[in-house]
């Protein structure tokens, strides 16, 4: 049912306001000379990037109608996201889609939001504004020989905006029947000559799902978040600082296991995960030369999960990070530094969880040394590695090689053959995992257990190991980027990624190894992580831009991935990128005051391990802006248009109860001064 909606109060700055005037005039010439930082922790211009690159730029993530991270990530071609609830996503690039996203690097302005707890990003932790953020950086592939272990199929960098960029009162607000409320108080501006800042104030709200028989989900969520960010500097010399704190409860639905109630065997549990923290940074460039530049980057994170089907947890994080930039005229970009990395947390198990050890403390510390050798015009070499030392494995090394060849101004091409690794996580290394509860006979054993058990049930266990080691990738990739024709822009990338030492588990086979449950109830099989697995998945990424007219402008972004066999045991936990991946945006501006956006996007079947396999779907938003002043914005926005409710994601650990994702309105209003 479609429900009134509310239009509260909300900010268009007077730069965003030029902004969208210039949307559509930002020409395909100016694509190609947009400048990135996060492939080679250097200002490049993107015809000159060998590597997958994407930029969601500001205008993009307005104009796309998304309330959320993970859904704004969905405009970059090659990124998977999936919903598991409300308020809980599945991220990935590539394959491994997973609710933890273990195999994906995250980065907040330089900073590192990847965990090793379980290895990866909680995204109910990153409550940062769609407002405060400049660009998001997608850099699609292995990417740890600059930003190090578990980078291994993509990185990406969300680039908040300058405080110098962000002056004067920004309120936005807007309400609808699947988002809830949502409200954004911000104001900036000059603190002495060559100082700005800027505080913001958030509030976020969303509703219950449905789940698949049509009842309430009961998942809804509720954020609040607040912060800060200084810059300021003169000429050769800038420093930036920032700090935000934050507060979600996001409830769900969890399943456990319950051996003493067939024939489903399992409980479903209503819980309220509970997530806070704070985040500081510090970041100094110094121009020592004309090329010679030094990076400090510093920061620390304190977090509080309580989530209740994986673990109670407190931590700390501290990175510190040293690097120089040196260039040698018509020669050589040089780029390498220092960093390390502390990690401290104390532990409790949850519903599907234990842990042998409370707590734990980790220490990383990395070498990174990248150059980038011209040798005639238009042709680039790049050749880097990094080393990084930690607890768990010792030194990992990480290589990479690419070429580049900029065929003409508007033309290059480019190729890459790079090495990654992820280490394993404390939950690899320390926790059992409790899984759901097999009805007698389901399970298989290669010799028949004593007559006595052979009708009780079996509960499976994966648990920790010690001796659990690194996965590693090798990655293949080439590709084109450049506009053939006047209004066409174009980038294609091929690529071949080779795992092996991937996460599987022991089988268990022999009886011996059945231990008898609570009140000899049940049977428990435990099996181990293990690295025994294999993987090759190819694929092709497609992103075009196309100008139809002044006013008019085509976005497509669409990936094919070709998953093979998994060999060396079970694959455990993740799902695998779906075959296709497609989506198509129109941008028109209806005059100077009104502007439409459309936006369809096809998933294909997504098969996950032990379940059936999700139906493919496709769907539509819509959004129609107006702004009747310079400094306001109106906007209705109408999401998942083209079905009533669709399950996107299982998620298996931990296990939550699928919800359907449901049409949607809501309305929005933008104001500054």
Known sequence: MVLPVLMLGCVLPPSQAAAIEHFLELS???????????????????????????????????????????????????????????????????????????????LVDGRNAYSPSFSGVLWNTLQIPLENIDRIEVIRGPGGAVWGVNAVNGVINIITRSSHAA?????????????????????????????????????????????????????????????????????GDNWMMAGSLFRADSDGIGVVRDP???????????????FSGVDLQGELIRQTSEHSEIRFNASWSYSDVEAIMLADQQQHIVDLEFQQRLDVPDRHAITWGAGYRWYDDSISGGLTTRFDRPRETLHIASLFAQNEILLNQGLRLSLGGRLDHNSYTSTEFQPTIRM?????????????????????????????????????GQFRLDRPVDDALANLPIQGEVRGNDAYGSERLTAFEAGYRGHPSPGLY?????????????????????????????????????????????????????????????ALRFQLAYSFNDIGEFTGGDRLFSSFIPRHIASLRSAWNIGHQMDMDLW?????????????????????????????????????????????????????????LPTQTRRGFYGQIRLSF
């Open 28 to 106: 395909l010439e100016d694509l190609l000379q947009q400048e990135v930082i996060s492939v080679s922790r250097r200002s490049q211009r993107l015809s000159d990037v060998a590597a997958a690159v994407h930029v969601i730029t500001a205008e993009d993530i307005r104009r796309s109608g998304a309330r959320s991270l993970p859904e704004a990530l969905r405009l970059s071609p090659g990124v998977d996201v999936a919903r598991v609830s409300e308020d809980r996503w599945a991220v990935s690039i590539r394959s491994h889609t997973e609710y933890l996203s273990n195999k994906l690097m995250v």
């Open 167 to 235: 002056h004067g009162t920004l309120v936005s607000a807007g309400f609808g029947n699947d988002t809830g409320l949502f409200a954004l108080l911000r104001q900036g501006g000059p603190w002495g000559e060559d100082r700005s800042f800027n505080v913001y104030l958030q509030t976020r709200e969303g509703r219950d799902s449905l789940t698949e028989t049509g009842d309430d989900h009961h998942d809804r969520s509720d954020h609040l978040s607040a912060g800060f960010r200084l810059d300021g500097g003169q000429t």
């Open 260 to 274: 003493l109630s067939p024939p489903t065997y399992r409980r479903v549990e209503t819980i309220t995960d509970r």
């Open 404 to 440: 580049l060849w900029n065929v003409t101004p508007r033309h290059s091409l480019w190729t890459s053959l790079s090495r990654a690794k992820r280490i394993p996580s404390r939950g690899e290394r320390t926790a059992d995992y409790i899984l759901t509860v097999a009805r007698p």
């Open 490 to 550: 174009l980038d294609l990338t091929a690529f071949v990624h080779r795992y092996d030492n991937l996460r599987s588990a022991t089988t268990v086979t022999d009886p011996d190894m059945l231990l008898m449950g609570e009140n000899d109830a049940y049977l428990i099989a435990p099996t181990q992580f293990i690295n025994r697995g294999e993987l090759t998945v190819t694929g092709v990424e497609l992103s075009g831009d196309w100008r139809a007219g002044e």
């Open 600 to 656: 369809i996007r096809h998933v294909d079947r997504r098969h996950q391990p032990f379940l059936p396999p999700l139906d493919a779907y496709t769907t539509m938003d819509l959004r129609l802006a107006w702004r009747p002043e310079r400094q306001l914005e109106l906007a209705l926005v109408a999401q998942n248009l083209l079905d009533s409710e669709r399950t996107e994601y299982y998620s298996l650990t931990p296990t939550f």
